[in-house]
């Protein structure tokens, strides 16, 4: 599992957390808007190793790609913002070489806006 803002990604599916309350996380999955996806469920927050129930099943495959290309793009994002001396280019080629699939999935010509306006926020 892992967490970052309020989505989640558990077991290959990205869920939105929409509600919490107590000790309760509760999400549903991230295509419930668009594909109608009814699946759902709970998280207790703070407990190791993280215990979570999900209730329902989806009626999409998993989403192994868009794990990839939001572990390349996190990555791209820390580096643009870490102030290195660099150009977005070539911060793009070094991150691709550790992240091959991320690379293959979003090419540096998708990216190029992005990546400059990253690398802007550094100063």
């Known amino acids: ?3 970052g803002g309020k989505r989640i990604y558990i077991n290959g599916y990205f869920y939105r957390i929409h509600k919490v309350f107590r000790d309760k996380g509760y999400f549903c999955c991230s295509k419930a808007g668009n594909a109608g996806c009814k699946a759902r469920g709970h998280l207790v927050l703070g407990s190791s190793p993280p215990k979570y129930k999900i209730t329902h099943h989806h009626n999409h495959p998993e989403e192994h790609n868009e794990k990839i290309v939001l572990d390349f793009m996190n990555q791209l994002k820390v580096v ?15 991150v691709a070489r550790i992240h091959p699939e991320g690379a293959k999935l979003k090419t540096f010509n ?5 990546l400059y ?6 100063n």
């Open 1 to 3: 599992m892992r967490t």
């Open 80 to 94: 643009c913002k870490s102030g290195v001396n660099m150009t977005v280019k070539e911060i793009y080629e070094d």
């Open 110 to 114: 998708m990216l190029r806006t992005t």
């Open 117 to 122: 306006e990253w690398k802007k926020q550094d």
